[in-house]
């Protein structure tokens, strides 16, 4: 035990002691998942609740915190008691009086506070589902970076048991604009096999233990001298080799281990839009986003039953049945519940698709009619104009049947859009949601989202990276790039569409909770509204554009509960 850890522990129910550990290693240098931490200068640790105070009962006071309200409110204070805001302002004595006696007092000593951040379309249960002992890498700058992120993740893994880096992050983020190498992989783990895999096939990199292993593999992959593997089945043969290994222990810990991650970027609610569906174990060609869709929720589930979920879930349903039928929508549509749960896990509706097409052929129609005839939300992506066009009028030619204008129907990632269609959704009710995933463009030429055609014109809107296959989680490399046009080269990319850095915050909090069906609790710092916060490292208002893709946060609640806390903030007791 170190000079700042105490051996208190949070209220809420076998939280410390698995998180922490688990979630250690997958968030990079610098950051702590959840420690029970005492703060400098002996104060009480900010994640510690007396037990005989209500869960979720905090009071934080001397920041500069956001509120993205009606009136758009800057204030000082804010206090929560079990799990809502209770009171908002700049006196900390009036804001005391709202809260127990004891309640802990955290003083944000000047830093930036703004709601709790919402990624309303992700791929969050393949990162809650990794394989190995997995680590996010896409914070890391260079090389050296990644090794020591790798290095650090090794401290907890077994003997012959991986660690892996996989999914969304692209060499476009490290300096040297590549992956490491057999050799530095080794220099950085040498006695345990890695496995690093980009996107939803590889390209990989391996070590030498890694190396061995999947060339003796009983579906071997060739792996070049230097630890390389390339895209497609021998990088798809050694992610299955690696999920062979995982047990059901395995995927509790590494769903974890994804939600300590999210919390230690300001992430505090996710609709999950699930991956490409698959029946039974997996097989040697199959994906990173390929996985078991009655069963990809099954460790998550249980640490909710367990009590041991911090990050707020809704599950979309995706479905991929090319059958005029659709028997599994159809049964989907008549035996399940749209937003049934609570607010830490609960179902959402249907998406990404109902059905494959992007607006054509007569079974992605089909599917649109069943899921406007059982009133349910909905949306699909469109990767073209013709496919917005195409999805817009398949809506339209729905509403003459049933009426969906009050269903929230909406089109994602959107990267062409015009006034027309754009009037044409809004009148359906409809809405969209700004793909920023091109911040990950490697020609520096493809354009982006139109963000400013789309704010400008007043349709409801928000924002997502598409994480965590072809993108990033941290949601501000999306602010970086909706802000500045700029992908991760640092090449001007979407000219004329850039946004504030406050409209781009405000798409991920204030307006993305209205994708849940949540902005009566979620999205803004009000009265009422549960306490999803978090307490940045920097003013994302007035530092570089460098600097605000590095923004971090330091502290992070869900509903008054510390989830992520960086040891840099003084706690006392009310």
């Not at 700049?90 to 127990?100: E, F, I």
């Not at 020591?148 to 401290?155: E, I």
């Not at 992959?221 to 395995?250: H, K, M, W």
């Not at 208002?541 to 989830?563: A, F, H, M, N, Y």
Request: proline share 5%.
């Amino acid at each position: 035990m170190t000079s700042r850890q105490q051996p208190n522990r949070l209220s809420r129910r076998s939280l410390l002691g698995t998180t922490a550990a688990a979630g250690a290693g997958a968030l990079g240098a610098g950051a702590t998942a959840i420690p029970a931490q005492a703060l400098p200068g002996g104060s009480a640790p900010v994640s510690t609740v007396d037990g005989t105070l209500p869960r979720g009962t905090i009071v934080l006071h001397n920041g500069v915190i956001h509120t993205f309200d009606d009136q758009n409110r800057t204030v000082s204070g804010v206090a929560v008691a079990q799990g809502r805001i209770v009171g908002t302002g700049d006196s900390l004595g009036q804001l005391r009086q709202l809260v127990p006696p004891g309640t802990p007092v955290v003083d944000l000593a000047g830093h930036t506070a703004v709601p709790g951040m919402i990624e309303a379309h992700v791929h969050f249960v393949s990162l809650a589902i990794r394989p190995g002992y997995h680590v996010v890498i896409e914070n890391a700058t260079n090389i050296a970076e990644i090794q020591a992120m790798l290095a650090a993740r090794r401290a907890d893994v077994p003997e012959g048991q991986f660690v892996t880096a996989m999914g969304g992050f692209h060499p476009n983020l490290f300096a040297e604009h590549r992956l490491p190498n057999l050799a530095e992989l080794d220099a950085a783990v040498p006695d345990r096999p890695v496995l690093l895999l980009q996107g939803f096939t590889g390209p990989s990199v391996t070590n030498s233990l890694g190396k061995a292993y999947f060339e003796s593999a009983a579906v071997p992959s060739v792996v070049g001298a230097d630890g390389s593997i390339a895209a497609g089945p021998n990088s798809t043969a050694a992610l299955y080799n690696v999920r062979l290994l995982q047990t059901f222990e395995d995927k509790k810990r590494s769903t974890l281990d994804a939600l300590s991650y999210a919390a230690s970027v300001g992430i505090t609610a996710v609709l999950d839009e699930v991956g490409f569906p698959i029946v039974g174990p997996p097989t040697p060609d199959q994906a990173l986003s390929n996985f078991d869709h009655y069963h990809m929720y099954d460790s998550w589930r249980a640490l909710h039953n367990e009590g041991r979920t911090f990050i707020r879930l809704q599950a979309n349903f995706l479905h991929n049945q090319n059958d005029i039928n659709l028997p599994e929508l159809t049964q989907r549509l008549r035996n399940q519940y749209q937003l049934f749960g609570d607010d830490l896990m609960m179902t959402g509706a249907i998406g990404e698709w109902g059905a494959p097409g992007d607006g054509v052929g007569p079974v992605w129609a089909r599917a649109q009619q069943l899921v406007g005839q059982a009133g349910w939300r909905n949306n699909n992506r469109a990767l073209s104009l013709n496919a917005f066009a195409a999805e817009v009028a398949g809506y339209e030619a729905v509403n003459a049947q049933y009426d969906i204008t009050g269903l929230r129907w909406r089109i994602d990632h959107v990267p062409v859009v015009n006034k027309d269609l754009l009037d044409r959704m809004q009148a359906l009710g409809g809405a969209v949601q700004c793909g920023a995933f091109s911040f990950m463009a490697g020609t520096g030429t493809a354009a982006g989202a139109p963000f400013r055609t789309i704010l400008d014109h007043g349709i409801k809107a928000g924002i997502h990276q598409d994480g965590v296959h072809i993108a990033p989680l941290n949601p501000w490399f999306a602010v970086y790039y909706a802000s500045t046009g700029r992908n991760a080269l640092g090449n001007l990319i979407n000219t004329g569409q850039q946004i504030t850095r406050d409209e781009a915050v405000r798409l991920f909090t204030r307006e993305n909770a209205w994708f849940l069906n949540m902005e009566d609790k979620l999205g803004t710092i009000e009265v009422g509204k549960l306490g999803d916060l978090v307490v940045l490292d920097r003013d994302y208002r007035t530092v570089s554009d460098e600097e605000l893709k590095r923004t971090k946060p330091i502290l992070t609640t869900v509903g008054g509960q510390v989830v992520h806390d960086a040891g840099v903030l003084r706690g006392s007791g009310g």
